[in-house]
């Protein structure tokens, strides 16, 4: 995997945020051959993706005759990133994900640090253990928090809010702005993270808020450049608490909503699933008191998320698996100890 790294190029302070995430699963029995997909796949990503590069798209899907001249699913992953970096094609992720990790705490030199891996809620049981592990987590500490975002390269945005929703004020989330302009909120109520439907919050995942709310609680939240899609989504929630401060250094930049369309084979033999994350929206409006070019307000595109507080270091130490989260760099720490010192809690 290449490491993600994109620097901002807007300064964002005492930000609220709004955003959004959607998954659409969609089977086609119909489909028999990687050609026959990538065909579906770019027609779909053209009505419906939001295209970043559209002078390189189209001259690389001429390239490969609207998808008829695709040969495998790697080389589709490819087209599909040039469009937008945050739509893909991949192997089953049901396949992929069969054991994910879930959150763990621990206590590092008076610290309280709670660890959130990237998790993507495929399974309802192990999805109800990580919310109720993290919400835990959460309950359990009294004083300070550092929740270490950084390394999570995403997955399922719900399973991380409604797991910290005891430090993130119920209400409007985000917005989602959809390519042809149509727009989507979101919010936290007591039910855990909803879209507005019908006039009323509808949550997708009925877990509900039964630890009491820890609004004026300092949490530092620890970011990296690997902190991506519904890590930054999740980081841009906390900010909607004024008692969260960023520390770090800018994240991967994967702000865009997707929608999955999965293509399944027939076939008994040889038979291949692949599941395309296609871009179709930019993730909210975020109010701002210093955003470059913008007055008050910016829509996300797969920008990066800036810090509060950067530091001279990556906030971790990386080994070969960018799912290893630990450790933290000591001097990330020394900066999240002397905030904790301070006597106000408001950035």
Known sequence: MKRLVQYAKVAISA????????????QNGNITTIQESAVEVIAYMNTNGIINHPAEWRKAVAAVNQGRSIK???????LLKIANKHSSAIPSVNQQYAVEKMPTKRSVDGLTIINIPSFHGLDKPQKRKYISTLASDVEN?????VLNLAGNTGG????????????????LLWTEVAKKGKQYRVSLTKDGLGRLMGGSVKSTFKMGQTEKKKLT?????????WSASAAEFTIMAL????HVKLFGVPSAGFTSANTGKMFHSPLSENAWTIDTWVAVGTVGTVRCDQVSNAVHTHVF??????????TARAPLVHT???????????????????????KSALR
């Open 156 to 171: 399922d945005t719900e399973s991380m809010i409604d797991g910290l929703a005891a430090l993130i004020p119920n209400g």
């Open 239 to 242: 900010k909607k608490n004024p």
């Open 301 to 310: 595109d797969n920008t990066p998320i800036v810090p509060d507080v950067w």
């Open 72 to 78: 495998s699913i790697p080389q589709l992953n490819s």
């Open 217 to 225: 609680t300092k949490v530092a939240v620890i970011m990296d450049n």
């Open 141 to 145: 500490t009294r004083g300070p928090i």
């Open 320 to 342: 070969d698996n960018p799912q290893n989260q630990w450790p933290i760099d000591e001097t990330v720490l020394v900066q999240v100890r002397n905030w904790f010192a301070e």
């Open 15 to 26: 930000c609220f945020v709004l955003l959004l995430f959607s998954y659409v699963s969609v």
